[in-house]
């Protein structure tokens, strides 16, 4: 399964079940999209499909501590109303509402605290829409930082992509964040499934940006 969509001048394939994004060639871009050549169509992802895989290896192999990951949800509110959304459409059947800094650092230390010297501890911030407590984000972040400069420490956003803007994607990029980043498809899908509260287009806001991202953040 997969989708294809384009930004601007740049074309785009999302593999669904490995949830990866590639930039893609316009030649390629077309042969997917208009192509009766199942064969052709296999052979062209099961290229992309090689090369998760190989990252995939890669990873594992490379990976000599353990790992321990906090799920952080900052915020427990939403600005879409995803018609699947398994939280209620970000709050969980909750009031509304955005995790105060000194929770946040309560968790953290809690967390951190339990790693052993050898771990690696990952922080993913998730919601709700993390990025509507961004402040948060940037507060937690310091303060591990400061506090916990001695942890291996790796951050890591949860986002539909709607509220990216070029000083969160530098701030994220300069503390090495790895992004994930819900899309669930061309322009049709991604409007119908999850629909913006303010009305606005939910798959422009949401790509908007990408350019920017892949060129400043590695892992996304």
Not at 56 to 82: M, P, Q
Request: hydrophobic content about 35%; overall charge neutral.
């Amino acid at each position: 399964m997969f989708h294809i969509f384009e930004n601007k001048d740049k074309k785009y394939l999302y593999l669904t079940s490995y949830k990866q994004f590639f930039e893609i060639d316009e030649n390629t871009y077309l042969t997917l999209k208009f192509s009766n050549d199942n064969d052709e169509i296999n052979r062209i992802l099961s290229v992309y499909e090689q090369h998760v895989n190989e990252e995939d290896n890669f990873v594992k192999n490379d990976v000599k501590e353990l790992r321990y990951g906090l799920f952080l949800c900052i915020s427990n509110a939403c600005n879409a109303s995803c018609s699947y959304c398994f939280a209620n459409k970000g709050n969980y059947g909750k009031d509304e509402g955005i995790m105060s800094i000194q929770i946040a650092k309560k968790a953290v230390d809690f967390f951190m605290n339990k790693i052993p010297t050898s771990g690696q501890g990952i922080i993913i911030f998730f919601g709700g829409e993390p990025l509507m407590a961004y402040n948060q984000l940037v507060s937690t972040c310091e303060y591990i930082k400061e506090r916990q400069a001695n942890k291996n420490t790796q951050f890591h956003l949860v986002t539909n992509g709607t509220l990216l803007n070029e000083k969160i994607i530098d701030y994220i990029a300069m503390n090495n964040f790895s992004v994930g980043i819900s899309i669930d498809g061309d322009e049709k899908v991604q409007n119908e499934q999850r629909p913006l509260r303010n009305g606005k287009n939910s798959f422009l806001e949401a790509t908007k940006h990408l350019d920017y991202l892949f060129k400043k953040v590695k892992s996304v």
